[in-house]
Structure formats: structure tokens, C-alpha cells
């Protein structure tokens, strides 16, 4: 076996070690292999505020999760509610499949970091839209802000 063998042998060997041991997350991380998502902007819930009181056309998605919402009495005013695993079916029916993709959404959520509200946002933009933006700091940002609210529907009983 000459040297060079020897090396890329050696060198395999080390890599697929590597490997094994930090059970490809070093990949992962790094993004080898995964798409990127697109990056979300977000809006203030000033910024909000204003655009509800202007009655600008804006459509506005609720995607806390079930305990979040069953939780709450209101929902942002004019929102929509639609649970995150079902938004992309969901996109095939009214109101949302009425929605241009050229319009004005706002995703938001009770999530401590935003994560559904960005994560609806990409799914959207994934999908041809090309206005989206989660809310900052989601449901208690916008509580916090004294923002426009509306009683959430009841179910029937």
C-alpha cells in the first residue's frame, strides 16, 4: 500500500469516526443537506396596532397552540385561527385559498421565542406567498401593547 492510499484511508477512517461520535450533528448544524427556509420579517405590535386601526387590508393568522387558545376569551381583532400541522392543507380552502399572495399576512403565536408564528411564516412563504410577518414576541406582545382585541368563537355545545 503506497503513502497516498495510506492517507485517504487513514483520513476516511478519521472522518467516518468523526462522525459516528458527534452522531452527525456537526452536518446537521452546519445545514449540509437540509433547505434553508426562507427568513421571516417580523412587525411590531405597534406597528400592527395601526394597521387594524387604519383598517388596512391585512390578514391575520392565529396559530397558537389548542391549550393557548381554548385558554383565552379573545383573539386579535379580524384574526383567523389555524392550527400549524394543518396550515399547508389548509391553504387549498376559504378564507385562506381567497387570501392573494401578493397581500399583507401576519402570523402569531403564544410560543416564548415566536417559533410556530415563524414557522407558519415560512410555510406561507414556501407557498408563494410573498407579504408575510410574524408578530413580535406574538400573543403577550401584543397583550402587553393594549392591542385590538375580539371575543375567539365559541364552539358549539
Not at 407579504?131 to 364552539?155: C, I, S, T, Y
Request: aromatic share 8%; charged share 25%; proline share 6%.
Amino acid at each position: 500500500m503506497n503513502f497516498k492510499h495510506l492517507a485517504v484511508c487513514v483520513f476516511a477512517f478519521l472522518l467516518v469516526a468523526h462522525l459516528n461520535v458527534t452522531g452527525f450533528t456537526s452536518f446537521a448544524q452546519a445545514g449540509v443537506g437540509q433547505p434553508k427556509a426562507p427568513a421571516v420579517d417580523f412587525i411590531t405590535a405597534e406597528e400592527l396596532k395601526r394597521k387594524i386601526s387604519k383598517n388596512e387590508r391585512i390578514t391575520v393568522i392565529d396559530v397558537r397552540a389548542s391549550t393557548a387558545f381554548s385558554e383565552s376569551e379573545d383573539k386579535i381583532k379580524g384574526a383567523f385561527r389555524v392550527k400549524l400541522r394543518r396550515l399547508k392543507s389548509r391553504l387549498a380552502f376559504p378564507p385562506l385559498k381567497n387570501v392573494p399572495h401578493d397581500s399583507e399576512v401576519i402570523t402569531y403565536c403564544a410560543c416564548p421565542s415566536d417559533e410556530a408564528s415563524i414557522r407558519a411564516a415560512q410555510i406561507l412563504s414556501e407557498s408563494g406567498f410573498t407579504r408575510v410577518r410574524a408578530l413580535k414576541n406574538g400573543w403577550n406582545g401584543w397583550l402587553q401593547a393594549k392591542g385590538q382585541l375580539e371575543p375567539r368563537p365559541r364552539p358549539p355545545r
